[in-house]
Structure formats: structure tokens, C-alpha cells
């Protein structure tokens, strides 16, 4: 099923939850949407959902207009953060529940519903826990029986809340690869709320951002890693350098040096802010060579085959009268060679900086 929604609005009282939001979910696609809290991801969610009713704007479903349609009528199952499991009835009661409770008219035969959630359980890798009751669960066993029951009536949407916002790092990595799969082998059209950058980029086919409730960037995660289309996109996706200084034609003026740059639309000495990630810096210990900025060694930090080297502006060499902070990720081997020691003075080098107007100038 193919989701739409065209310019959807919604408050809380003086709060702007959702601001004009339009934004297109494909057929079959498994879509993050992905913010900081409060940005209004969730409302978006249940607001397709038809948990929420928007002040304004189309749910549109298959073609349809489903504004108006009563969540039972949608055909979504809903995966909330915090399970929502029945702690008096078994795993398989669980599961078995939104069938029991359709109308008669609809609800299908008891030996029809045992083979289905059977079928489910052996799905998601937990039918022979079928008689215990969630208590019995581990938190990442319960989050599956939750999605299990979600499936067992058949949805032609699936929405996710945080699915894995109550797990620890582990299992939340587990748990994604396992929806990862899930997904390619249902090919439902899917939704998942998070704020975790890494589980949008991992597990998504596509991103959509959203900030102060509004869509930011829509695109594979690919794209919006490599292509972020605003200021918070590149920050919020990961660690971030800034350089921030003024357009000097092609280069990016930051106190006496200048930083090549591949922006455009910014006029010539333009405010504005350069963004590179730590690992397309390179730090070079000739202070002699003119490319870079010259900058105070912070503290070196190992990790496996990687370090992370912290480094400080030198004192108002950006003309902003404190330090600016700045990390490069670079193999453990470069840094053993480059002989780098806390307090050297080097120059850090860009391979790539992409510059956006300062809007705070």
C-alpha cells in the first residue's frame, strides 16, 4: 500500500506538532522517520495511523482519502515502543488476540487462527515459547511478539514507534538485522519511528528527516548521508566538523586561511559555515605547508584499528574569541607514524567541505 500526506497540520494547544507536512511513502518500501525528539515523528506516525486527527491536510492510502476513515478501517498494525503485550495471556493469546476479537462475520475459524499464529511465531522465531506468558520474555522476545501480533491481522501498512527504544545497544543491533530480513521477506510497506541515526541509515530503503515539525530531506540513506541537504541534516547525521568563516570565490576564508569549498548560491563574502566529517580531514604536521588551518592537538584517543584525535582552534585564529573543536577519525598505524603527541601544533586539511549560508551572521 502506498502512503500519502499532503500538508498536514496539527497542535497541541500553542505547540506546532506538525507544520504543513507533505511527504510520499512508496509501496513495499521500509521508511525511517528520523528526528530528534519532539520534532514530531511520532504524531506523523499516528496520525497516519488514524490515532491522531490532523487540524488540516490528507491522509491518502492506495489512492484514497483516508482522513476521515476510522483506524479500524485502515489496515495498519501498530508496534509501539513499550510492547503493549497482555501480561495474562501467552504468547500465542497474544497474538491470537486481534483475531478473536474481530466480528463474527470476520473472524476466522479457530483452527484457521491457530495455524496463522503458528505460522507467525515460526516467523519471527519464537513458537516454541508459544505458552509462555511475557513475563517470561526477554525484552527483545517481547518486542518480536509484539510485531508478530501486529502481523496476524494482516495489515497492509506496519507502523513502528521506537520499536527497539527500550533495548540496550546489543540487542536493539540484533533486533534490526532480523527486521532488516523480516522486511525482505514480506515486503510490507513499513514505517519506523527513531531518533538513532545509525539504525535509519542500517536498516531503512529510505529517510525522511524532520525538524521543529517540518520534513527537512527525503531520500535513501546514501543521499542523505552523502548529500545532506541543510545545516542540521549534517549534524544531526553523525559527528560534523565546522569551519566557519566567509566565501572567498571558490575557497572558504577562515581568519588567514582559505579552505576550497564545493558549495554554490553563496555570493561573494558571504557569512558562512563549512561542514566535514572526521574522517575526510587530514591532519599534517608541516606548518610549513600553506593548505589548512593551524590547530592545537587536543588528545588522542584508541580504539581497535581506528583513533580519534581531538584538536582545538588556535586562539581566536577564526576571529569567534573562543577555541573551535575539531575531530578527525584516522587509522591507529597513521597515527603512530605521524608521531603525534598532546599539544603539538598541525594543520588540519579538508578533502571535501561543503558550505552552507550562516544563518545566525
Known amino acids: 500500500m502506498s502512503i500519502q500526506v499532503e500538508h498536514i497540520h496539527k497542535t497541541f494547544g500553542q505547540f506546532v506538532a ?3 507536512v507533505s511527504v510520499n511513502f512508496p509501496d513495499g518500501a521500509l521508511t525511517a522517520l528520523l528526528g530528534p525528539s519532539g520534532c514530531g515523528k511520532t504524531t506523523l506516525l499516528r496520525v497516519i495511523a488514524g490515532l491522531e486527527t490532523a487540524d488540516s491536510g490528507r491522509v491518502i492510502l492506495d489512492g484514497e482519502d483516508a482522513s476521515s ?40 475459524k479457530e483452527a484457521e487462527i491457530r495455524l496463522r499464529v503458528h505460522r507467525l511465531l515460526d516467523l519471527v522465531q519464537l513458537d516454541p515459547l508459544a505458552n509462555r506468558f511475557p513475563t517470561q520474555l526477554s525484552g527483545g522476545q517481547r518486542q518480536r511478539v509484539a510485531l508478530a501480533r501486529a502481523l496476524a491481522v494482516e495489515p497492509k501498512v506496519l507502523l513502528l514507534d521506537e520499536p527497539f527504544g527500550a533495548l540496550d545497544a546489543q540487542v536493539r543491533k540484533e533486533l534490526r538485522r532480523w527486521l532488516r530480513r523480516l522486511h525482505d521477506e514480506l515486503h ?35 543521499e542523505v548521508y552523502e548529500h ?20 572567498d570565490g571558490t575557497h572558504l576564508r577562515v581568519g588567514e586561511a582559505t579552505l576550497p569549498h564545493d558549495g554554490d548560491a553563496i555570493h561573494q563574502g558571504a557569512d558562512a559555515v563549512g561542514f566535514t566529517r572526521p574522517h575526510e580531514l587530514e591532519i599534517v604536521t608541516d606548518l610549513a605547508t600553506p593548505h589548512g588551518i593551524e590547530v592545537i592537538l587536543d588528545r588522542i584517543l584508541t580504539f581497535g584499528a581506528s583513533a580519534r584525535v581531538e584538536l582545538d582552534s588556535l586562539p581566536d585564529a577564526d576571529g569567534r574569541g573562543e577555541p573551535t573543536h575539531y575531530e578527525v577519525i584516522l587509522p591507529r598505524e597513521k597515527v603512530d607514524a605521524l608521531g603525534l603527541v598532546e599539544g603539538q601544533r598541525v594543520r588540519l586539511v579538508p578533502s571535501r567541505i561543503h558550505v552552507f549560508p550562516n544563518q545566525t551572521a
Open 228 to 247: 545532506p541537504a541543510s545545516p542540521f541534516v549534517y549534524g544531526f547525521l553523525g559527528a560534523v566538523n565546522t569551519f566557519h568563516g566567509r566565501i
Open 69 to 108: 476513515t476510522h483506524v479500524r478501517q485502515r489496515q495498519v498494525g501498530f508496534v509501539f515502543q513499550h510492547y503493549a503485550l497482555f501480561r495474562h495471556l501467552t504468547v500465542f493469546e497474544n497474538v491470537a488476540f486481534g483475531l478473536r476479537v474481530r466480528p463474527r462475520r470476520t473472524r476466522p
Open 18 to 20: 506538525l507544520d504543513q
Open 188 to 222: 510490507i510497506t513499513s514505517l519506523f519511528v527513531t531518533h538513532d541515526q545509525e539504525e535509519a541509515l542500517e536498516v531503512a530503503d529510505r529517510v525522511v528527516l524532520m525538524h521543529r515539525g517540518r520534513v527537512e530531506q527525503v531520500g535513501t540513506p546514501t
